[in-house]
């Protein structure tokens, strides 16, 4: 009986670790206060997706929101690194499955910005299920796919996307209506999300004061799965083109960059 017993477990246990829903991350763990408003002087503390901090990155003391220090970010157009063409600097750890979590960060377009085709300004991509035997390499096709949530720059405009295929980068949709945007002028970015793979998941995401997520007749509060699997997401803002190739040499300035489990620990 005993053996029975053996074998009976190691078949479930090898069924579960098959079907696809494994036991993964633990939910709610906190999440770390992260400060990035370049005041040191340096853009310490990112993980860099760009081809090199010295091209791609200046600190500078105009325009700036806050302080005396903000980010220029500069996006060639040969600037093609992972398999995209992007500049952008990465938060680890601050997407993790079933926590609410704020995310803040300002923003300016250059007057000479010249495209008008889609340039992600940030976004909330998934991570490898390890657990499921993922990785970063294209097999699965994963981290082939549009990210569970971002916000794109596009002719003036600034969209809300969301993708709720991880095997796909031509199926997101726009939540909400675009924002019309100004170049030469400062704005303020203000996400509340909790991060789940379930219907509970919602996000709250505000510029300026102004909801860009509908009214639910409640609240703002715009509910739907964005994460992929249980790993978790992670941030990161800059400029991202994938495989289209701007013509042109596009600027835009970031600052007062945070993240928190509070409101209060990312306002300006």
């Excluded at 998941?201 to 509060?221: C, H, M, R, V």
Aim: with cysteine; hydrophobic share 30%.
């Amino acid at each position: 009986m005993k053996t029975y017993l053996k074998f009976l477990l190691f078949g479930l246990a090898i069924a579960l670790f098959s079907c696809g829903k494994v036991p993964t991350s633990v939910p709610n763990q906190p999440i770390s206060h992260f400060v990035g408003d370049f005041e040191n002087g340096t853009v310490s503390g990112f993980r860099y997706l760009l081809i090199d901090t010295t091209k791609n990155t200046q600190i500078v003391n105009n325009p700036v929101r806050k302080g005396k220090y903000a980010l220029k970010n500069i996006l060639h157009p040969d600037d093609f690194v992972n398999n995209g063409y992007r500049t952008e600097l990465a938060i680890y750890n601050s997407a993790n499955y079933k926590s609410e979590v704020y995310y803040s960060f300002s923003f300016w377009v250059d007057s000479n910005y010249l495209d008008t085709t889609y340039n992600l300004v940030c976004q909330w991509q998934d991570l490898p299920y390890y657990l499921q035997g993922e990785d970063w390499t294209p097999s699965p096709t994963l981290h082939g796919s549009a990210p569970p949530i971002s916000l794109t720059y596009v002719n003036n405009t600034i969209e809300l996307k969301m993708n709720d295929n991880p095997s796909s980068s031509n199926q997101t949709f726009l939540v909400g209506e675009p924002l019309k945007i100004k170049k030469g002028k400062w704005y303020d970015v203000v996400a509340h999300i909790y991060w789940s793979d379930d219907k509970t998941a919602y996000q709250e995401i505000s510029i300026n004061g102004k909801s860009i997520t509908p009214f639910n007749g409640l609240d703002y509060k715009y509910y739907h799965r964005n994460l992929f699997n249980r790993a978790g997401n992670y941030f990161k803002f800059g400029q991202y083109r994938g495989k289209n190739k701007t013509e042109h040499t596009n600027i835009i300035y970031f600052d007062e960059v945070k993240i928190g489990s509070t409101l209060n620990e990312v306002a300006l």
